[in-house]
C-alpha cells in the first residue's frame, strides 16, 4: 500500500518573535539595509549549503539545522532550535526563491560597495520569506469551484517542494533535441529549432546546452566538495573556463544569455501571485564582477528548455506560435512513445501510439493505447502549459477556465477528456470490425491523461479531471466494459515509474494510484505502491545519453585535468 504523505509545517517569523504577521512593506524595509549584491550573492550561498536542487532537494536536511546558530541572532537562536526539534521545517527552497525576487523588486537599496551582509541577519529574512508566501484560503460551496480553488491554492507550493530530480529536466529536453526530433518523421519537422535558436541568440544551440551542462556540474561540484564549517564562496568565474579551448569571448557571451545584472533588473511589476518567480526561472544566474552567481539550481537546469523553447516562442511572428507549440506537442508525444519502447516489458505492455479505427479513414482514436492483458488504457498526451498570470494567481475562476479550455472542453476542438470520452464510447459501441485487431479480448478502459507540465499530478488536478469524465460519461452506452477513473500524471511521474514497468502492468500501476486514494485528490507519488518521489531509477538509456554528453563535453571544450 502507498505511505500516507507526512505533512510537515515551515516556521514563520512571527511565531518566532511572538508578533503579528510581517508585511511585505516591513520586510521589503529590512531588505533596504543592504546592497542588493549582498542578498542575491547570501542566497546563491544558502542554495549550496543546503543543497537544494540535486535529486529533487528542496528542504534543507535536518543536520542543515547546524547553521542555526550561524544565521540566527544568541537570543533567538535557541527558540529556533526548540522548534527543530519538535520536527518543524526551518529551511526550504521557497524561502530563497521569495527573497531573491524581492530583492530584484526592490526600488531602492543600500548603496553598493560591499557584498557582506552579517550571517545572523540572514534567519529573520528567510523566516520572514517563507511567511509572505502565505495565501489565505477562501471558502467556497460548488464541488467543482472548491476543487478548482484548491488547485489555485497548492500548485505554487508543489512546485516550490517539487520532488523532481531537476537533472531530468534538462535531460528529458535534451534528448527531444537530440533524440526525438532527429526521429521526427518529415512531415511533423515543420520548425528547424537550431536555426530558430541561433536567430535569436546569435550562439549555436549546441554550444547553449553544452554550457548549460557544464554549469551544472560546477553545480554538483561545488555541493559536493563544500568542506565542513568553511566559507562556501558560490561563483562560478570565467576564469572556470581557462583550462579549455572555448574562447572568452563566448563564454561572456553564455553569460550574459543566463544572467541577470544590477543593471538590468526586471521592472517593478507587481508579481502575479505568492509564487510568481518568472523572471528568476528566466534569469537563475545573478552576474556580479567577474564571476556569475546561481540564485536557483532548478531554474538553472532549465534553461535549456526555456531557451529553446519559450524564449524562441516570444520571438517568432505571433502567427507561428500556436504551430510552434503544435510542433513540440508532437516532440512530446514521441518521447512518451520512446519511453515506453525502451523501458516498459514488452510482454506484459504492449503500446500503440497514434491508433486508429479500421475502414474509417484511420480517424485518430487518440495520441496512445496501451493494452494490458484484458485491458486497454488511452493515453492523451498534452503540453498542458499554465501562463503565468493563471498559475501564481490564486484565483479559481481562472484555474478552472484554464482547466476546461486546455485539458476537459477545448475551445476550438474537443480536448483532454472530452477526447477520451468520445474514444471510450466509439470503441464500446463500435462494430469489432472497425476496431483495431489487437483491440480484441478487451473488459476494460483506464483513460490516461499524461502532462509535460508538472501540473499533472498535482494536488486535487486528477480530482477535478475525473469529475469532468465521471459527470459526462454515458455509461448506458459502456455498459459492456469496466471503465475506471480517469487518472492523470506528469510525465516526471511517468519517468519515475519506469522502474517498475519493466515488470508490472502499466494497469497495475494506474489502478494501485485509484484504490490507494479513491478521491485522487492527492498527488501521484503520495498514493502509489509503484512511484517514489525523488530521482526517476533504472533509467540506464538516458544515463547512456548523459554519459555520451559527458565525453563530447570534455572532447568538444578540451577539458584537461587540474595539475596536482
Known amino acids: ?42 542566497c546563491a550561498r544558502l542554495s549550496v549549503i543546503f543543497n537544494y536542487g540535486p535529486d529533487g532537494k528542496t528542504a534543507a536536511k535536518e543536520n542543515s539545522n547546524k547553521w542555526i546558530p550561524i544565521l540566527f541572532p544568541p537570543e533567538l537562536a535557541p527558540r529556533v532550535q526548540a522548534f527543530a526539534a519538535q520536527g518543524r521545517v526551518i529551511f526550504f527552497q521557497g524561502q530563497l526563491r521569495y527573497l531573491a525576487a524581492e530583492v530584484m523588486r526592490l526600488e531602492e537599496a543600500a548603496e553598493e560597495g560591499s557584498t557582506f551582509i552579517a550571517d545572523a541577519a540572514l534567519g529573520g529574512l528567510l523566516l520572514a520569506s517563507g511567511e509572505l508566501l502565505y495565501k489565505k484560503h477562501i471558502q467556497l460551496s460548488e464541488n467543482l469551484d472548491v476543487m478548482a480553488n484548491l488547485v489555485a491554492d497548492f500548485l505554487p507550493v508543489y512546485e516550490i517542494g517539487s520532488i523532481t530530480d531537476p537533472f531530468m529536466l ?68 570565467i576564469s572556470w573556463f581557462q583550462k579549455t579551448t572555448i574562447p572568452t569571448e563566448q563564454v561572456g557571451k553564455m553569460f550574459k544569455a543566463v544572467c541577470f545584472s544590477l543593471d538590468d533588473l526586471p521592472d517593478k511589476k507587481p508579481p502575479f501571485g505568492y509564487g ?48 510552434y507549440l503544435g510542433f513540440w506537442g508532437q516532440v512530446f508525444e514521441q518521447y512518451i512513445t520512446w519511453l515506453f519502447e525502451i523501458y516498459a516489458n514488452k510482454k506484459l505492455n504492449k503500446y500503440y501510439p497514434s491508433p486508429a479505427y479500421e475502414h474509417d479513414n484511420n480517424r485518430s482514436i487518440c495520441d496512445a493505447v496501451m493494452v494490458c492483458g484484458s485491458t486497454a488504457i488511452l493515453v492523451e498526451a498534452k503540453l498542458a502549459t499554465c501562463p503565468a498570470h493563471v498559475r501564481y494567481s490564486g484565483d479559481y475562476q481562472q484555474f478552472k477556465k484554464y482547466l476546461e479550455d486546455r485539458l476537459v472542453i477545448g475551445t476550438d476542438r474537443p480536448i483532454g477528456v472530452s477526447q477520451l470520452l468520445t474514444a471510450i464510447e466509439s470503441l464500446a459501441t463500435l462494430p469489432g470490425t472497425n476496431r483495431p485487431p489487437w483491440m480484441a479480448g478487451i473488459t476494460k478502459f483506464i483513460p490516461l491523461i499524461i502532462t509535460k507540465d ?108 587540474e595539475d596536482k
Open 170 to 237: 534538462f535531460l528529458r529536453f535534451y534528448i527531444f533535441l537530440t533524440v526525438i526530433i532527429p526521429k521526427l518523421p518529415t512531415n511533423l519537422k515543420t520548425f528547424d529549432v537550431e536555426e530558430l535558436f541561433q536567430q535569436q541568440f546569435a550562439f549555436p544551440l549546441k554550444r547553449y546546452y553544452q554550457f548549460i551542462f557544464a554549469f551544472m556540474m560546477h553545480a554538483m561540484i561545488e555541493r559536493d566538495e563544500k568542506p565542513a564549517d568553511t566559507p562556501i564562496d558560490g561563483a562560478l568565474r
Open 454 to 561: 508538472e501540473i499533472g499530478s498535482s494536488w486535487m488536478i486528477n480530482a477535478y479531471l475525473n469529475a469532468r469524465f465521471t459527470e459526462k460519461l454515458n455509461r448506458k452506452n459502456c455498459k459492456k466494459y469496466i471503465v475506471t477513473p480517469l487518472v492523470s500524471m506528469s510525465v516526471s511521474t511517468l519517468e519515475r515509474s519506469l522502474a517498475a514497468l519493466s515488470n508490472h502492468a502499466f494497469s497495475d500501476i494506474l489502478q494501485d494510484r485509484i484504490r490507494a486514494d479513491r478521491k485522487l485528490a492527492r498527488p501521484f507519488e503520495a498514493a502509489s505502491s509503484y512511484v517514489p518521489p525523488g530521482t526517476a531509477r533504472k533509467m540506464f538509456k538516458h544515463m547512456e545519453i548523459m554519459g555520451n554528453l559527458t565525453d563530447e563535453l570534455i572532447n568538444d571544450f578540451g577539458m584537461v585535468e
Open 1 to 42: 500500500m502507498a505511505l500516507t504523505p507526512q505533512i510537515k509545517t515551515w516556521l514563520p517569523w512571527s511565531e518566532l518573535v511572538r508578533r503579528p504577521r510581517v508585511t511585505l512593506d516591513e520586510f521589503r524595509s529590512a531588505l533596504r539595509q543592504y546592497p542588493r549584491s549582498a542578498l542575491l550573492i547570501a
Open 276 to 323: 510568481d518567480f518568472e523572471f528568476l526561472r528566466d534569469q537563475p544566474y545573478f552576474n556580479h564582477g567577474d564571476a556569475i552567481y546561481c540564485l536557483d539550481y532548478e531554474y538553472a537546469v532549465t534553461k535549456l528548455e526555456s531557451g529553446a523553447l519559450w524564449r524562441v516562442l516570444k520571438a517568432l511572428d505571433p502567427k507561428k506560435r500556436i504551430p
